[in-house]
Antibody
Framework: QVQLQESGPGLVKPSETLSLTCTVS????????WSWIRQSPEKGLESIGF???????NYNPSLKSRVTISVDKSKNQFSLKLTSVTAADTAVYYCARGGLVVDDAFDVWGQGTMVTVSS | DIQMTQSPSSLSASVGDRVAITCRAS??????LHWYQQSPGKAPKLLIQSVSNLQRGVPSRFSGSGSGTEFTLTISDLQPEDFATYYC??????????FGQGTKLEI
């Protein structure tokens, strides 16, 4: 049974870089699409972007200039970097598994990690 | 961008009731519509994929229908564990797999 676990700092200062890692257990990261999604009271659930099993990425246009998603197959992990954060980036961040094709649903989610942007 | 609008935003019901939640897309999304359930403090859980395909382990009292721009999640014989927030999500456009704003189902 595939499980996902997010890790990273819970507090990030404004203008700095938010970095999170998602560790995949019980399955290979070399299959499926892998996504980051965040949730805040203001914006609800928001897709940040995804990385495919081939390493290609696709980002939410509203965040594209600040986002990088990468994968480390040797560690079965994928990561999120969001630069120049502001209070508007405060949210619960989830990693999630997509399907074998890009338009499949997110069928496995991490438990989520709260990230607060504050000085 | 495709906007997803759910109605109602909140819904009160009782155990044993049948309820329906509607999700409307701002343009046609064919059958690229999925439903999630989220309990407080938990991650969303996929219930139904591609309009009507129940995920393994999801009770048959959950069902989905629709196509194009209007979709419905129906829950029959409500159980105590069904009181949660429900979200629809479209995957017709990438990477903006946009979600609805949620429907909170309360006792």
């Amino acid at each position: 049974q595939v499980q996902l676990q997010e890790s990273g700092p819970g507090l990030v200062k404004p203008s700095e870089t938010l970095s999170l890692t998602c560790t995949v257990s019980g399955g290979s990261i070399s299959v499926h699409y892998w996504s980051w999604i965040r949730q805040s009271p203001e914006k609800g659930l928001e897709s940040i972007g995804f990385i495919s099993y081939s390493g290609s990425t696709n980002y939410n246009p509203s965040l594209k200039s600040r986002v990088t998603i990468s994968v480390d197959k040797s560690k079965n992990q994928f990561s999120l970097k969001l630069t120049s954060v502001t209070a508007a980036d405060t949210a619960v961040y989830y990693c999630a598994r997509g399907g074998l094709v890009v338009d499949d649903a997110f069928d496995v989610w991490g438990q989520g990690t709260m990230v607060t942007v504050s000085s | 961008d495709i906007q997803m609008t759910q109605s109602p935003s909140s819904l009160s019901a009782s155990v044993g009731d049948r309820v329906a939640i509607t999700c409307r897309a701002s343009q046609s999304i064919s059958t690229h519509l999925h439903w999630y359930q989220q309990s407080p403090g938990k991650a969303p859980k996929l219930l139904i994929q591609s309009v009507s395909n129940l995920q393994r382990g999801v009770p048959s009292r959950f069902s989905g229908s629709g196509s194009g721009t209007e979709f419905t999640l129906t829950i029959s014989d409500l159980q105590p564990e069904d009181f949660a927030t429900y979200y629809c999500q479209q995957s017709y456009t990438t990477p903006m797999h946009s979600f609805g704003q949620g429907t909170k189902l309360e006792i």
